[in-house]
């Protein structure tokens, strides 16, 4: 079983940066992706940004340039980078873990992020 565990959400003014992080723990499998998705209110979850296990990285039209996915596979942890912040950012960003080869796939608890002034 892998469990995700993110922190450092909160709250920032437009223009500031955040820094995501997310632990996951249990056996490690591979192939494997690890990613964020955010939801906000009264809107559909969307990917924010992934990585997989080889480093490869894809990210929403709307963030790219501004955060940065990163994975540390000796602590097997995956950080989100957040700069240049806007209102539209907020949401509630989930940790994502997916193992395609044995169809797992896992959620964090969830942690706010608002951008306002």
């Known amino acids: 079983q892998v469990q995700l565990v993110e922190s450092g959400g909160g709250l920032v003014q437009p223009g500031g940066s955040l820094r995501l992080s997310c632990a996951a723990s249990g056996r490690v499998f591979r192939p494997n992706v690890m990613g964020w998705f955010r939801r906000a209110p009264g809107k559909e979850r969307e990917l924010v940004a992934r990585i997989t296990d080889t480093g490869s990285t894809a990210y929403a039209a709307s963030v790219k340039g501004r955060f940065t996915i990163s994975r540390d596979y000796a602590k097997n942890s995956v950080t989100l980078q957040m700069n240049s912040l806007k209102p539209e950012d907020t949401a509630v960003y989930y940790c994502?873990?997916?193992?395609?080869?044995?169809?797992?796939?896992?959620w964090g608890q969830g942690t706010q992020v608002t951008v306002s002034s």
């Open positions: 994502n873990k997916e193992v395609p080869l044995m169809g797992d796939n896992y």
